[in-house]
C-alpha cells in the first residue's frame, strides 16, 4: 500500500477508513512514528504530512458449507466534541462629547499600528442544557449540552460537513456550520487562528500568514487570560490555547 499524503480535513481516522483499516493500525504502525511524534494527535494532521498505510490483515472463519453465515462489520466511529459557551455582551461605553463627527467602531487603524481588540471583562461561562439538533452529513442527533456546556457525540470519521442548530424551533434558534476536520495543528500559524477564532478572537482570516489582526487577537487572549501581553504565540500561549480549545 502506497503512503498516503494528507489533505485538508484529512485525520487518521478518516484516512483508516477510507482504505478499510482500524484508526490504531495506521497511527500506531512503526512507520508513522515520526509523523505520531510530531502531531501528538491522530485528529489533528497538516496538508502535505505523509501517512504509511499498512495493507489490510486477513483473517480466516470456517464454517458450514451450503450454510448462510451472516458476518458483522466492525466500525469506529469518531467523537465530537462541542463546548457552548455564553455570547458576552457588548461593552458599555460611557459618553463622550465629540465635535459632531463619531469614528467606526472597526475603523482601521492608519497610523500603522495594529487594530485595537477590546478587551473582555466577563468570565466565560459554558451554556448548560441547551437544547439543540446536530446535523451531519443528513443524519439528525437532537440531545441538550450538559453541565458544563459540551456536546459530545460519535460521527462517522469521513465526515467533513455538518451543522449545529441551538435552541432550535425557538426565537432563540441559531445555526452554526462546522467544517469537521479542518482544524490545523497548534504548531502552525493558522492552527493558532483556528484556535483563537473558535474561542471567540477573530483574526481576520485563517491563512498561515502572521497579521496584524491576528496579533491584536493573541494580546486580546493573553491579557484576558493573565498572560504576559506580547502578541506572540510564545509556549505558555499555546499551551493555554490547548487547553482551553482542547486540542
Keep these: 500500500m502506497p503512503e498516503y499524503k494528507v489533505k485538508q480535513g484529512d485525520c487518521i481516522s478518516s484516512i483508516a477508513t477510507r482504505h478499510g483499516l482500524f484508526w490504531e493500525k495506521v497511527w500506531n504502525h512503526p512507520k508513522n512514528t515520526k509523523l505520531k511524534e510530531k502531531r501528538k494527535d491522530p485528529n489533528i494532521l497538516y496538508p502535505g504530512d505523509v501517512v504509511f498505510v499498512p495493507d489490510k490483515d486477513k483473517k480466516e472463519e470456517s464454517g458450514a458449507t451450503e450454510q448462510k453465515h451472516r458476518f458483522r462489520k466492525k466500525g ?15 461593552p458599555q461605553e460611557s459618553p463622550q462629547r465629540t465635535s459632531g463627527v463619531s469614528r467606526p467602531r472597526n475603523e482601521k487603524n492608519f497610523s500603522g499600528e495594529d487594530p485595537e481588540v477590546e478587551q473582555r471583562s466577563q468570565e466565560d ?4 442544557n441547551i437544547p439543540y439538533i446536530l446535523d451531519i452529513d443528513g443524519n439528525l442527533t437532537e440531545g441538550t449540552t450538559d453541565g458544563d456546556g459540551m456536546i459530545e457525540v460519535s460521527i462517522p470519521p469521513n465526515a467533513k460537513k455538518g451543522r449545529l442548530i441551538l435552541e432550535p424551533r425557538t426565537v432563540n434558534e ?14 502552525e500559524i493558522s492552527g493558532i487562528k483556528h ?13 498561515d500568514e502572521a497579521t496584524p489582526s491576528m496579533g491584536a487577537a493573541l ?15 510564545d509556549q505558555a500561549t499555546k499551551d493555554k490555547l490547548k487547553d482551553l480549545h482542547g486540542s
Design 219 to 233: 494580546r486580546a487572549f493573553q491579557e484576558k487570560h493573565g498572560l504576559q501581553v506580547t502578541g506572540e504565540a
Design 125 to 128: 461561562r459554558p451554556r448548560q
Design 76 to 90: 469506529t466511529p469518531a467523537k465530537l466534541r462541542l463546548r457552548m459557551m455564553e455570547e458576552e455582551p457588548p
Design 174 to 187: 441559531k445555526v452554526l456550520p462546522l467544517n469537521l476536520g479542518g482544524l490545523n495543528p497548534l504548531s
Design 195 to 207: 484556535r483563537l477564532a473558535n474561542l471567540g478572537f477573530d483574526c481576520g482570516d485563517t491563512s
